[in-house]
């Protein structure tokens, strides 16, 4: 079975908590120690934002929310999601490109990035 990795958005911290794992016995916070006493009580201050289990040109692990450009063009820029109606994530309006991408930001962080 394949492990299910999450980093999560503190909306009120303004910051990622990483190394969220989901796996055969549930979700387990390896650096999450805030959510486990808090999830129940806060759960609209959490936004969980799955890694796709690919990783960029760079080696950096691709996660939705983030912001990349094609490796061939470096001029558009396009938001990984989650695409429930294709069950896949996509990049901008188009499945995933055969080009290698590279991330430049993510949607918290870098909003300006998307504007």
């Known amino acids: 079975m394949r492990t ?4 999560v958005w503190d909306i009120t911290k303004k910051k990622y908590i990483f190394n969220c794992i989901l796996d055969a016995h549930g979700l387990s916070y ?4 805030l959510l486990q006493h808090r999830w129940k009580s806060e759960e609209d201050r959490f936004i ?3 890694f796709t289990g690919l990783k960029d040109k760079k080696k950096k692990e691709i996660y939705d929310g983030d ?3 094609s490796s061939d063009t470096d001029k558009v820029i ?3 999601a ?3 109606e294709s069950a896949c994530f996509t990049v ?4 995933w490109p055969n080009a290698e991408l590279i991330v430049i930001g993510n949607t ?3 909003p300006d990035l998307i504007k």
């Open 30 to 33: 390896e650096d999450c120690s």
């Open 78 to 80: 396009n938001v990984i």
């Open 92 to 95: 901008g309006d188009n499945l």
């Open 67 to 69: 912001i990349v450009v």
């Open 4 to 7: 299910i990795k999450f980093r």
């Open 82 to 84: 989650w695409d429930d």
């Open 108 to 110: 918290f962080q870098n």
């Open 48 to 50: 969980f934002q799955q």
